[in-house]
């Protein structure tokens, strides 16, 4: 991993952990895929291996990673998706090259071409972002409460009621912000 970045926030949902590679997008934008080394990084961590990453394909991802959260807000809120969205998705889509692979464990993974690309990868990604939009998994798409994410994320609790995109992040920060504000307010109705 490259040392100096932002960790990765990973989910257990490719589509929305990639747009989560820019978090706190309503504050102090966090980019964590600022190099095209770094979404290789991404990627490998992703179970999506590449070989290398240009800056024009850095330039393609980061065009597909805002496109999935337009599409996944949109749907999360229940609007008309947004047609050049939908567009860059589905160009992604039909030009990535993977194959779908069973593990012997049961698991499925990807297979990317010999000479594994970025936009096999994308490819990849785009699918997934498709499957969850279209609404083809079990879990339904939400936006993070914090008012400085907003992060799309995909929610699969028992009771679909989840409200941030991460609990170790932005929950803690807006509890204990919560928390903070409770006890300033109570400090002044004590005097």
């Known amino acids: 991993m490259s040392a100096g970045f932002p960790d990765f926030r990973l989910g257990s949902v490719l589509a929305t952990s990639f747009t989560g590679t820019l978090s706190e997008r309503?504050?102090?934008a966090v980019e964590r895929i600022p190099t095209p080394q770094r979404l290789v990084d991404w990627l490998a961590v992703s179970g999506l291996a590449v070989d290398s990453c240009t800056a024009a394909q850095l330039d393609l991802a980061r065009e597909l990673r805002e496109s999935i959260h337009a599409a996944a807000t949109a749907a999360?809120?229940?609007?008309?998706l947004p047609s050049p969205a939908v567009q860059v998705i589905n160009d992604r889509s039909a030009q990535g090259r993977a194959a779908a692979v069973l593990t012997p464990g049961g698991e499925?993974?990807?297979?990317?071409?010999?000479?594994s690309r970025v936009e096999d990868a994308l490819?990849?990604?785009?699918?997934?972002?498709i499957g969850v939009i279209a609404g083809e998994r079990d879990g339904r798409l939400a936006l993070c409460?914090?008012?400085t994410c907003r992060a799309a994320f995909?929610?699969?609790s028992r009771s679909r009621t989840r409200r941030w995109c991460e609990m170790n992040t932005c929950g803690n920060r807006e509890k204990k912000a919560r928390f903070q504000a409770n006890q300033r307010r109570n400090a002044g109705s004590a005097r």
């Open 26 to 28: 309503h504050g102090n």
């Open 108 to 115: 499925r993974l990807w297979r990317l071409g010999p000479a």
């Open 123 to 129: 490819g990849v990604i785009a699918a997934d972002a």
């Open 145 to 147: 409460a914090s008012p």
């Open 76 to 80: 999360a809120v229940q609007d008309a």
């Open 154 to 156: 995909f929610d699969t």
